[in-house]
């Protein structure tokens, strides 16, 4: 892994900040057609990635690490799928 040049974290707002620069980006897939996928960004925006898409079938959530071309798409250099769900489960604590 580069530690020397992180990707930054970025939600479809920030990407006119970073345009030409490596970030990532967790995205809830709305279509995937040919080269180009259309998903909404973690501020509910829509958010495009043009380029290949990885071999295996995107599940709903995914993570792209990639070159901001605009502000508003990505070219994805590596995709993670996150599965059908993402969310934070809080373990519960019982007094003794």
């Known amino acids: ?3 020397s ?3 930054a974290f970025v939600n479809a707002e920030l990407l006119h900040f970073y345009v030409g620069r ?3 980006a967790l ?4 279509r995937s057609d040919g080269g180009i996928v259309i998903g909404k960004s973690t ?4 958010l495009v ?3 290949s898409p990885p071999p295996a079938p995107l599940t709903t959530f995914v993570e792209v690490f990639g070159i901001v071309n ?3 798409s990505i070219s994805p250099e590596i995709w993670t799928n996150f599965g ?3 969310g934070i489960v809080f373990p519960s604590h019982s007094s003794c």
């Open 84 to 86: 059908d769900a993402v």
């Open 43 to 46: 501020d509910e925006k829509q």
């Open 49 to 51: 990635v043009k380029g």
């Open 1 to 3: 892994m580069d530690t």
């Open 27 to 30: 995205m809830q897939v709305i």
């Open 70 to 72: 605009n502000d508003k």
């Open 5 to 7: 040049n992180p990707a």
């Open 22 to 24: 490596r970030v990532r």
